[in-house]
Every structure is written in structure tokens, then in C-alpha cells.
């Protein structure tokens, strides 16, 4: 394709994927989804590794996707 018509779906494109985004993900929905798959996570490890062994990862776990959302949060901040 030629390099306008990339120019209009990306101008078009990004503000309609971000209005889709924001209408499907809203920040209560995705919280208890959030919370859902976190109390999901914890009665597995603690089934498969008992209670100190699944505490024990669940911290590392917590702690990598704490890592994980500051270097988003640092990477997505405007210069």
C-alpha cells in the first residue's frame, strides 16, 4: 500500500483502537479481573506447593509483576 493510505489508517486507526480499548477494559472491570485471577493464582500454588511453599512464590510472583509495571510506568512517561 502506498504510504498515505498507512498514513490514514494510523491517523484513524490509533484514536478508535484506544476509544475501544478504554470502553471494553474499564478500570473496575479490569481490577476484578485482576483480583479474580489473583485469588485463582494463590489457591493453585498453595494446592500444588502447600502454604509456605505457595506464599513463598506468590511473593517472587508479586514482586516480578510490581518490577514489570514500574519499568512500564517509567517507559511510558513523556520526556
Not at 43 to 59: C, D, Y
Amino acid at each position: 500500500m502506498s504510504d498515505w493510505v498507512w498514513s490514514l489508517v494510523s491517523a484513524v486507526g490509533t484514536p478508535l483502537f484506544l476509544f475501544l480499548w478504554q470502553s471494553f477494559l474499564r478500570r473496575e472491570r479490569t481490577e476484578d479481573w485482576g483480583r479474580k485471577i489473583g485469588r485463582l493464582l494463590t489457591v493453585l500454588l498453595r494446592q500444588k506447593l502447600g502454604i509456605a511453599g505457595g506464599n513463598s512464590l506468590r511473593e517472587r510472583f508479586q514482586s516480578t509483576i510490581e518490577d514489570f509495571i514500574n519499568g512500564l510506568r517509567q517507559g511510558l512517561k513523556v520526556e
